[in-house]
């Protein structure tokens, strides 16, 4: 390479700028591709073509300048259309979240390469319930300051107007019109006493739509919410708004998520995803985000790491961290086993969870989730689209095999979880299977499951134990009050959810030490749970509200105070 190409990119690596080998600027706006902000007119071709050049221009800064984007697809509006006319039922989410359905992503960046995209101050409307942001097969992407919504938000928001002895009234707001049809696969209300999602509504049955856009519910609803805030979520899970799949140092800093018809970020068979100002909260004048999970991370590895993030009015946790257990169905002759997973909604992807050569196996007990031995993964066949795996194992399993379940020892991440807010939102704050986790310096208020939860989850499938969990200088406010509990406390637990915990140590060492923790909405059975592990030193927690500050259960050794 030429000298003074050689000291140009030098110096343009210390001001951050990428060039291109021949040492000419590689930065590029997306209005060169017919992408204005702000004017109006549909941009999904100069968008999508400006996510092509980065997949063909390794080293690519794309910049999107400040405004408003509109991305459209017809098949994407179609299925809108038919989910809000009731043609997927009044639960759509079995009919569109399965494995391989079709949909449309949006800006797709699929194979890209050392690519950053700038777009503080831009906001990319969605016109169709699509995936917006596709990062698929990438290395060392970031995305920075873009805020995704939807013109018409996959959810509806009204206030309750009027109450009866049975029955009440919520008058909708004009987003759309509302018709009987529409799908209500969740109801939730907004509690501006505690700034909490309240927890006792789940779903109504819609009686009749008046006039004005008001809908009329039967059901007993609580006098004190006349006047709050219902969303009514019109489906569960679908696709996220940004999906990261098998992709390599992922960042997304200072990103902004207000709707999405699914989770707001899934990341899948990825490595090392780091998430720093990451923001899922409701568009200004609503209270409610997206339909499920802020954040999920499924069959990962490396770290998953979040800073000073944000997560307010989503429909379940503000993240969960997993592998799968997955079934062994057969043995041949030939000393092939057949792998499926049997969870309740397959993957969170919809792909076949495929392990590969040289991947590390736990063979694991169904019954108490406790790992009997590890091998190794040394022929792979899968058929694309299949949802079963042969494989064949370095080490021969039991007679029994029926009863194991195998759990991919190479496919779960660390979780590092800091600085962060959760505020009011439906389930959990953290959910995490990871083997090392650190929960610390957070602030929890108004979920209506629990904030903190460690632990196996065997009935979705979902595993593994904790070898390490650090717990510590949290603020946990009304918590806990209703679904997502989990050993009966509102704000911390370490516990197993198997066929048999009975005396068993899943978990390995765990610290839960200087947390605030406040139950004022209601009296909580307890605080802090820990079940069903080794070692735990609890210590410097400060509790009220709570019947019981700390439960342990089934722990091989204690360190208090």
Not at 311 to 334: L, P, S
Request: net charge negative; aromatic share 8%.
């Amino acid at each position: 390479m030429n000298k003074a190409i050689t000291i140009l990119l030098a110096f343009a690596a210390l001001l951050g700028q990428p060039l291109s080998a021949d040492g000419r600027s590689n930065t590029v706006s997306v209005r060169k591709f017919g992408a204005v902000a702000d004017d109006g007119k549909d941009d999904t071709k100069g968008l999508r073509k400006a996510a092509d050049y980065c997949r063909k221009h390794p080293g690519t800064t794309l910049l999107m300048p400040p405004g408003e984007y509109i991305i459209s697809d017809p098949q994407a509006r179609q299925l809108e259309d038919d989910v809000l006319a009731g043609k997927y039922g009044s639960n759509p989410e079995p009919k569109m979240f399965i494995p391989y359905f079709p949909h449309v992503k949006g800006m797709d960046f699929s194979g890209s390469r050392d690519i950053t995209v700038e777009a503080q101050g831009a906001r990319l409307m969605v016109d169709g319930w699509m995936e917006p942001l596709s990062i698929i097969d990438c290395v060392n992407f970031t995305l920075k300051g873009l805020t995704i919504d939807y013109v018409r938000q996959p959810h509806s928001e009204g206030k309750v107007v009027e109450i009866g002895d049975n029955w009440f009234v919520v008058q909708f707001d004009d987003e759309r019109q509302m018709v009987k049809k529409n799908p209500a696969s969740r109801l939730c209300l907004w509690d501006d006493r505690y700034g909490i999602v309240h927890s006792k509504v789940y779903s109504f049955n819609k009686i009749e739509v008046q006039e004005g856009n008001k809908m009329k519910f039967r059901g007993k609803m609580d006098p004190a919410m006349l006047g709050a805030t219902l969303g009514m979520t019109h489906t569960y899970h679908f696709r996220p708004a940004i999906f990261i799949g098998t992709s390599t140092g992922t960042l997304i800093e200072d990103v902004t998520i207000h709707s999405q018809p699914g989770m707001g970020l899934l990341g899948w068979d990825s490595r090392d995803i780091t998430m720093r100002g990451l923001r899922v909260v409701p568009r200004e004048g609503k209270r409610f985000s997206t339909n499920t999970d802020a954040t999920h991370f499924s069959s990962c590895s490396g770290k998953i790491v979040l800073e000073g993030c944000e997560f307010c009015g989503q429909g379940d946790d503000a993240i969960n961290v997993h592998g799968y257990y997955h079934n062994i169905t057969a043995r041949d002759e030939d000393g092939w086993y057949t792998a499926r997973l049997d969870a309740p909604t397959f993957t969170h992807s919809q792909e076949t969870d495929v392990p590969r050569v040289g991947d590390r196996m736990e063979v694991t007990a169904i019954s108490t989730v406790l790992p009997m031995l590890t091998t190794e993964v040394t022929e792979v066949q899968w058929e694309p689209r299949s949802l079963q795996v042969r494989l064949k194992l370095k080490d021969p399993l039991p007679d029994n095999y029926q009863d194991y379940y195998l759990f991919n020892v190479d496919k779960i991440p660390d979780l590092e979880f800091r600085h962060n807010r959760v505020l009011g939102n439906f389930a959990r704050g953290v959910l995490s299977k990871a083997r090392h986790t650190i929960v610390e310096d957070n602030y929890f208020q108004g979920c209506t499951g629990i904030a903190v939860h460690v632990g196996v989850e065997s009935n979705w499938k979902e595993g593994s134990f904790a070898e390490t969990a650090l717990i510590r200088r949290n603020t946990i406010v009304n918590c806990g009050q209703s679904r997502g509990m989990q050993g009966k406390a509102c704000a911390i637990a370490v516990v197993v959810d198997a066929p048999d915990t009975e005396g068993t140590f899943v978990h390995g060492e765990v610290t839960v030490e200087d947390n605030d923790i406040t139950s004022q909405v209601y009296e909580a059975e307890r605080g802090i749970a820990v079940q069903n592990t080794r070692i735990a030193t609890i210590k410097g927690n400060r509790v009220s509200g709570c019947k019981h500050a700390v439960y342990t259960k089934y722990v091989g050794k204690v360190y208090w105070e």
